[in-house]
């Protein structure tokens, strides 16, 4: 399975933008990008995926490198709510089970 | 819509006992699965299911059985429960298996086994 490397944990201010970053060095061509986010006692909790464009909707933007290998997660406006773990995976419908590979995931402190 | 139900949300069992977590959802998803997440580890695939009808193996199939006899429901077995199986479970469910779907997660059952 390709992998992802992620810091093991950020802090950010209150309604600052935040900026998670994900190194998928070995993605294939097929892989798409998914983030995921896990609040304390809770499932986790799709945020956004891509394939090779930036993709934005309500809860986050997501910006694809041009040559696939890393990506970043980019909450705008970051809320006491959004402390979390979030995780980058890479998605192929090829692999077993179309499974997620989660690995460690960065932990997003929130600071009022 | 309630998404993905799980029950129940907690449960203590002895080493050898049985039991069946239940998972639901009501998105009309073809594809459902089972993950276990143990303390400070991300997330590890159990069983998953493409379709009513169709199960397989994930990474850590051993000592669970699943079934899925229609779209909504994927309950997930212990056959005979061991202390290595406590964990916190959760279900999952998709449209389709393809990857350009996201998942949708139930809230977990916590399993204590003793």
């Known amino acids: 399975d390709a992998k992802t490397t992620q810091p093991n944990s950020m802090e950010s201010n209150e309604e600052e933008p935040v900026h998670l970053p994900c190194n998928h060095s070995?993605?294939?061509?097929?892989?798409?990008i998914h983030w995921y986010r896990q609040l304390p006692s809770q499932g986790p909790e799709y945020v956004i995926h891509g394939l090779t464009s930036n993709v934005n909707n309500r809860m986050a933007s997501l910006a694809i490198a041009e040559d696939r290998k890393s990506s970043t997660l980019i909450l705008h406006r970051a809320t006491l709510r959004d402390a979390a773990v979030y995780y980058c995976i890479l998605s192929n419908e090829a692999a077993a089970g179309n499974k997620l590979t989660f690995g460690g995931g960065t932990r997003v402190l929130v600071k009022p | 819509n309630a998404g993905v139900t799980q029950t129940p949300k907690f449960q203590v069992l002895k080493t050898g006992q049985s039991m069946t977590l239940q998972c639901a959802q009501d998105?009309?998803?073809?594809?459902m699965s089972w993950y276990r997440q143990d303390p400070g580890m991300g997330l590890r695939l159990i069983h998953y299911s493409v379709g009513a009808g169709i199960t397989d193996q994930g990474e850590v199939p051993n000592g669970y059985n699943v079934s899925r006899s229609t779209t909504e429901d994927f309950p997930l077995r212990l056959l005979s429960a061991a202390p290595s199986q406590t964990s916190v479970y959760f279900c999952a469910s998709s449209r389709t298996r393809g990857s350009n779907y996201g998942y949708t997660f139930g809230s977990g059952t916590r399993l204590t086994v003793v």
């Open positions: 070995t993605i294939s061509g097929t892989d798409y």
């Open positions: 998105m009309n998803h073809e594809y």
